[in-house]
Nanobody, 128 residues
Framework: VQLVESGGGLVQTGGSLTLSCTASGFTHDDYAIGWFRQAPGKEREGVSHISPRDETTFYADSVKGRFTITSDNANNLVFLQTGSLNPEDTAIYYC??????????????????????WGQGTQVTVSS
């Protein structure tokens, strides 16, 4: 399994970015792909997940209504469209993959311990 992120960068408050993750090598039926983020001095936060099989999605309360996750199964891509960004969204964003998609997508909060694969991360910086 390989996860490769792209699309991070510097953006002003109120702006948007689209993060991409190329996710290859998954063979398990119940897998899900998503994003965690970690800001300096803070714990990792689960942001969003999607099941490529049935497109079930999960969003953390902190990003609901501002972020949208989608998948392009033909090209093994998962996108995170971010909007109305503010400085509190500044973090390293990691693409993640889990073989326990049903567990993560049915939870109230994404548990990093349930993730099996992590990308190297891409920096998102929101300036005020």
């Amino acid at each position: 399994v390989q996860l490769v992120e792209s699309g991070g960068g510097l953006v002003q408050t109120g702006g948007s970015l689209t993060l991409s993750c190329t996710a290859s090598g998954f063979t398990h039926d119940d897998y899900a792909i998503g994003w965690f983020r970690q800001a300096p001095g803070k714990e990792r936060e689960g942001v969003s997940h999607i099941s490529p099989r049935d497109e079930t999605t999960f969003y953390a309360d902190s990003v609901k209504g501002r972020f949208t996750i989608t998948s392009d199964n033909a090209n093994n891509l998962v996108f995170l469209q971010t909007g109305s960004l503010n400085p509190e969204d500044t973090a390293i964003y990691y693409c993640v993959g889990t073989r326990r998609g049903c567990v993560q997508l049915s939870s109230n909060r994404l548990n990093p311990q349930n993730e099996d694969y992590w990308g190297q991360g891409t920096q998102v910086t929101v300036s005020s």
